[in-house]
């Protein structure tokens, strides 16, 4: 609280649904938790010829539908008083002149001085000409105030736009201005990875190469694509989920212990993750990247259409909607770990999880009556039933040794009285404040795309390269589990319940 200041918050695609279903309701959820500063105004800004009143209506009908907070009429009306809008075209130099005429005369009437915030809630391929006439405004720069920009992923489509992106933003404005943001580094639970592993004397001193086996990340959706099947055929899942939010996991997960929690200490330890990933040639690319489509199936007696029967989605498509890989980092810490990363659309259940795989005893004492030896893991889970799940074995009652895998687990839910806040709630407060720890930098945007680059390259020069079909509510294609190093052993499936964790499961 002590680093707010009066602010205004100018929203580019303020008539889209990233405002209505995310941003509106987190702002109004900052309002109510008195985390937002005495004087605020939200300048909404979009191609849609929405009246004042029209804008403030269809926010009022948002928060009434997305918020999770409880709240009183009188509080939506009175935050409803700060919201404003301004219909314009992004690409016309001369309504952005209209805009700063705009925002001062509102900056003016509340008293802000001179702190913006520009929230870039649009296609990618506008951030480049929004920022250029912000520029050409004289919008991104001033004596008094700060000047911040927040923009949404993909941050490129490949290493060359990546890091053209960044060049034309870096032309107009710097990188302390530039907030990029994952909406996944905003929960709770990724954070708390920090925690878990620096906080405690128990977890560091397991966490390399001596005692760990092999870790593996699960992003999991168990909805398809929708009516975005245009939009999403042209990113695919390695574009729109492993550039940023896995490897963003795994450099948390991987990262060696910050000097202090200072966001360029903290955002150098990820980068040297991602500097010492090892990088896949092409000609390995089928050995140790897995593609694959859903494809129609009969989920709970409805009939499910296969990706390419997706409105928008050609019948020829080589679009992945699944795709997993296995990695090393070439580290002293790391180094001869298999890293296992994994996302995909149309899977049994929505659910993103760290799972750290220790080694099996050297000695084995006690078998299971299957024969099968088991290891200890450690599944952080970062969504849904957000919590932490340590699984080890027990002797069970009664003559003999038999022993029973059994699980020590802690639920986020189970803390009374306290409120997980939403990822855009945490990152849009950490913006109003200036802290950019949970925001991803230009050098670490490009590191990613380089070690990505193969992979990518293989796919477009290769067509032999096999795009597996799964069917839709399945766990991916099987041939996913050919990744896994060592006999018998399979990804870890999970359920919407942390401690479930079956091949066939209550979904």
Not at 123 to 146: D, H, K, Q
Request: glycine letters at 8%; one cysteine or more.
């Amino acid at each position: 609280m002590d680093n707010l200041k009066n602010l205004i918050i100018v929203i580019f695609g303020a008539s889209g649904d990233l405002t209505s279903r995310k941003l509106i309701p987190a702002i109004f959820s900052l309002k109510t938790q008195n985390l937002l500063p005495a004087k605020f105004v939200v300048i909404g800004t979009g191609r849609t010829g929405f009246t004042l009143n029209d804008f403030r209506q269809k926010m009022q009908e948002s928060i009434v539908k997305f918020s999770e907070e409880e709240f009183k009429n009188e509080q939506v009306t009175a935050f409803l008083e700060h919201l404003y809008y301004l219909p314009m075209d992004n690409s016309s130099g001369e309504d952005f002149l209209r805009l700063k005429d705009y925002i001062r005369e509102i900056d003016e009437k509340y008293g802000i001085g001179g702190n913006y915030i520009f929230y870039m809630a649009t296609p990618p391929l506008l951030y480049g000409p929004i920022a250029l006439n912000l520029s050409n405004a004289v919008l991104t720069s001033t004596s008094a105030g700060f000047r911040r920009v927040i923009i949404e992923k993909p941050f490129g489509y490949d290493l060359d736009s990546g890091r053209k992106l960044n060049r034309t933003l870096h032309e107009l404005i710097t990188e302390d201005q530039i907030f990029r943001i994952d909406h996944y580094l905003g929960k709770e639970t990724v954070q708390n990875l920090l925690v878990t592993r620096f906080a405690n004397g128990l977890f560091e001193p397991l966490w390399n190469r001596n005692y760990i086996d092999r870790i593996e990340i699960t992003s999991a959706e168990n909805l398809g694509v929708g009516d975005r099947g245009g939009y999403y055929d042209n990113s695919g899942a390695l574009r729109d989920m492993v550039q940023n939010h896995l490897l963003q996991m795994v450099g948390l997960t991987a990262m060696e212990p910050p000097s202090s929690l200072d966001s360029n200490a903290i955002r150098n330890e990820v980068l040297k993750v991602f500097q010492s990933l090892q990088p896949i040639p092409e000609e390995d690319v089928p050995r140790q990247v897995i593609r694959g489509q859903y494809t129609g199936s009969l989920i709970r007696g409805e009939c499910v259409a296969g990706y390419r029967n997706e409105k928008g989605v050609p019948k020829d498509s080589r679009t992945e909607t699944y795709v997993a890989i296995k990695f090393f980092i070439n580290n002293w810490r790391w180094g001869g770990v298999p890293f296992y990363i994994r996302t995909g659309k149309r899977l049994p259940t929505r659910v993103t999880e760290i799972v750290i795989h220790f080694k099996p005893t050297p000695h084995h004492l006690f078998r299971r009556d299957s024969g099968k030896i088991s290891a200890n893991q450690l599944i952080i889970r970062i969504q849904p039933d957000e919590g932490i799940l340590l699984k080890f074995d027990m002797k069970e009652p009664g003559a003999g040794f038999n022993v029973k895998n059994v699980n020590m687990d802690f639920h986020y839910k189970d803390l009374a009285n306290v409120r997980v806040p939403s990822a855009y709630e945490r990152l849009l407060y950490d913006v109003m404040i200036g802290d950019s720890t949970l925001f991803s930098r230009d050098d670490e945007v490009e590191t990613a795309w380089k070690f990505l680059e193969p992979i990518q390259k293989a796919w477009s020069m290769y067509p032999d390269i096999k795009v597996f079909g799964y069917p839709a509510g399945t766990w991916g294609p099987e041939h996913a589990n050919d990744l896994i190093e060592g006999d018998g052993l399979t990804w870890r499936y999970p359920c919407k319940n942390l401690a479930d964790d079956e091949l066939y499961c209550e979904l």
